[in-house]
């Protein structure tokens, strides 16, 4: 069993950064690891999605460029570093978990079993 605590959301301006944290209680680091997120009345979308050893890495298009998804499996942490914000990247952000991949990861949320609680982030412009 994993639980994640996802950290780090806040409000800031437009062309601000943010640095989200995803910390796990159990060991994720055989896990494909993914941060989505989700604004009221729309599906959860994933943002950025990395293979259990890092090598391999997705984005989605509108944050290509401008957010960088990594990860420490020593410390059992994933981290959202989020550059140039924009008024659009406003939503709740969670972090997840697929516990049956560690390679050729999806960034579908279906795929994903465990999720943090989520963090808010706000961009105003």
């Known amino acids: 069993q994993v639980q994640l605590v996802d950290s780090g959301g806040g409000s800031v301006q437009a062309g601000g950064s943010l640095r989200l944290s995803c910390g796990a209680s159990g060991y994720i680091y055989n896990n494909c690891m993914g941060w989505f997120r989700q604004v009221p009345g729309k599906e959860r979308e994933g943002v950025a999605v990395?293979?259990?050893?890092?090598?391999?890495?997705y984005y989605t298009d509108s944050v290509k460029g401008r957010f960088t998804i990594s990860r420490d499996n020593a410390k059992n942490t994933v981290y959202l570093q989020m550059n140039s914000l924009k008024p659009e990247d406003t939503a709740m952000y969670y972090c997840a978990a697929d516990s049956r991949r560690s390679f050729y990861c999806y960034s579908a949320q279906r795929y994903f079993d465990y999720w943090g609680q989520g963090t808010q982030v706000t961009v105003s412009s």
């Open positions: 990395i293979t259990s050893d890092g090598s391999s890495i």
